[in-house]
């Protein structure tokens, strides 16, 4: 099945990844989120750690790329998304964990709209179950139409999921412009 059940494990999974990166980038100056649905306690997801490595000054991403490669992943570009930058395993260096553990990683500037939109969605979900039930019925719903087909997935919730996306995306950022009034 496409998606499942919430498991306390991808957590624990996070948690491993992170640590294996860490070891990676000893030395560097970065923060590591554990975002997307696999973040959100109690919503149903597909079972891949989405990671966003957060670097605040423009002179670490080469050091972060670098010490990435050393371990194993290979620069796969933006796809698209400015400030937001892909790194996918190369399978040539090999690591127990990371080769084991299905994950996303990207590398973020602390100001990317992209990751901003990562941890306002986290967040959002984490706090308002309402949300959280709404997000997941959609999820499970997209899941059954595209017939468990990811790619279809994949299409189907950028057609008909990013519009609840953005919305919450837009109250948050609305709250945060309130606050610092």
Known sequence: MLIQ???AEWVKDFEKLKLEIKNGLSGLEYNIEHVGST????????PIIDIDIIYNNNSEFEKIKSGLIQ??????GNQGIID????KRNGMINNKILDSITHHLYVCPENSEALERHLLMRDYL?????????YQAKKYEIAEKANQNKKLYAELKELHVNEFIDSIVEVEKQK??????
């Open 84 to 87: 937001r930058e892909v790194f």
């Open 176 to 181: 945060n412009v309130a606050k610092l009034k």
């Open 126 to 134: 984490r706090k308002n179950e309402w949300a959280r039930l709404d």
């Open 71 to 76: 371990i194993g992943y290979y620069h796969n």
């Open 39 to 46: 973040s959100i306690p109690h919503l149903g997801a597909k």
């Open 5 to 7: 059940p919430y498991t």
